[in-house]
């Protein structure tokens, strides 16, 4: 049996205070968001209603992302391209083209 390792946690290279602020507070109102589905669909209400509530959801989560793509651009990826030697700018390129390809759909 193999034992996978767990790589390392990586830290942001600055996190905006305001930023973090506002995206804790948002998440923490997804979360009572996400509850609140949890109990229409238990109580079977209307499916368009529990839909639109999904749909607030989406958005909430689209902003967080947002703000963290922009944290991760002006912070992180400014840093490591450069700053960084060839091969780490090279690797936050990937990074990039992967987050915006993921991030796009």
């Not at 290279?13 to 506002?22: F, G, L, M, S, Y």
């Amino acid at each position: 049996m193999t034992t996978r390792r767990k790589a390392p946690a990586r830290k942001a290279v600055a996190v905006e205070p305001a930023i973090k602020n506002a995206n804790r507070k948002r998440l923490h109102r997804i979360a009572g968001q996400i509850r609140g589905i949890e109990r229409m669909a238990e109580q079977e209400r209307y499916c368009a209603d529990i839909l639109m509530q999904i749909a607030a959801v989406q958005q909430a989560l689209r902003a967080v992302g947002e703000a963290l793509l922009r944290n991760h651009l002006r912070h992180c990826a400014t840093r490591a391209i450069r700053k960084g030697s060839p091969q780490q700018a090279e690797a936050m390129y990937n990074e990039l083209v992967n987050l915006f390809a993921r991030y796009s759909r």
